[in-house]
T-cell receptor, first 117, second 112 residues
Framework: NAGVMQNPRHLVRRRGQEARLRCSPVKGHSHVYWYRQLPEEGLKFMVYLQKENIIDESGMPKERFSAEFPKEGPSILRIQQVVRGDSAAYFC???????????????FGPGTRLTVL | DQQVKQNSPSLSVQEGRISILNCDYTNSMFDYFLWYKKYPAEGPTFLISISSIKDKNEDGRFTVFLNKSAKHLSLHIVPSQPGDSAVYFCAASLFGNEKLTFGTGTRLTIIP
């Protein structure tokens, strides 16, 4: 399977614990995006990363949330001191390097469903 | 502020007929539009896209129409098949900005 991989698929945490969500992009894709979907809502953009750089984090909550995409290994979305309102589906997407300013299609992973007890 | 709106939460269509899903947007700076299909417990799957320089794009059974003056796009599926039953999201982006703004989705049910 050469698509976007996310793990774990399901994650249960108690309030105050940390959640780490992993995303491996499509092989050869250098752009990674994280989106969050609350129940009965559409996907909301959180952050856009390239290797070792955060390009746009305008959708990230100011506290407790962080993301990285290291030179080697998967992208990580980290949520510290989780609260019940963090319960959602978190989707990662990837796209290839842009050429000539054109917009490239984003391909999504299956998501991680986070439940905070 | 919901910049991309899908006003029909659900739609039922008979197998073999045409399905028409609608999407409205408020930001006239959006210049690239996409449709995604999503099954339960899976990620969105890319279907078709259209640039603002076009008003129509076709791919097999799927056609997307863009009306810039009305800030409206629609997805036509013909003929509709049972496997098309899913939630459909439209999304939009600004030139030079990678982030997608999604609508809230329309649940399409194809009746055999």
């Amino acid at each position: 399977n050469a698509g976007v991989m996310q793990n774990p698929r399901h994650l249960v945490r108690r309030r105050g614990q940390e959640a780490r969500l992993r995303c491996s992009p499509v092989k050869g894709h250098s752009h990674v995006y994280w989106y969050r979907q609350l129940p009965e809502e559409g996907l909301k953009f959180m952050v856009y990363l390239q290797k070792e750089n955060i390009i746009d984090e305008s959708g990230m909550p100011k506290e407790r949330f962080s993301a990285e995409f290291p030179k080697e290994g998967p992208s990580i979305l980290r949520i510290q001191q989780v609260v019940r309102g963090d319960s959602a589906a978190y989707f990662c997407a990837s796209s290839p390097q842009r050429r000539g300013g054109s917009t490239d299609t984003q391909y999504f992973g299956p998501g991680t469903r986070l439940t905070v007890l | 502020d919901q910049q991309v709106k899908q006003n029909s939460p659900s739609l039922s269509v008979q197998e073999g007929r045409i399905s028409i899903l609608n999407c409205d947007y408020t930001n006239s700076m959006f210049d690239y539009f996409l449709w995604y299909k999503k099954y339960p417990a899976e990620g969105p799957t890319f279907l078709i896209s259209i640039s603002s320089i076009k008003d129509k794009n076709e791919d097999g059974r799927f056609t997307v129409f863009l009306n810039k003056s009305a800030k409206h796009l629609s997805l036509h599926i013909v003929p509709s098949q049972p496997g098309d039953s899913a939630v459909y999201f439209c999304a939009a982006s600004l030139f030079g900005n990678e982030k997608l703004t999604f609508g809230t989705g329309t649940r399409l049910t194809i009746i055999p």
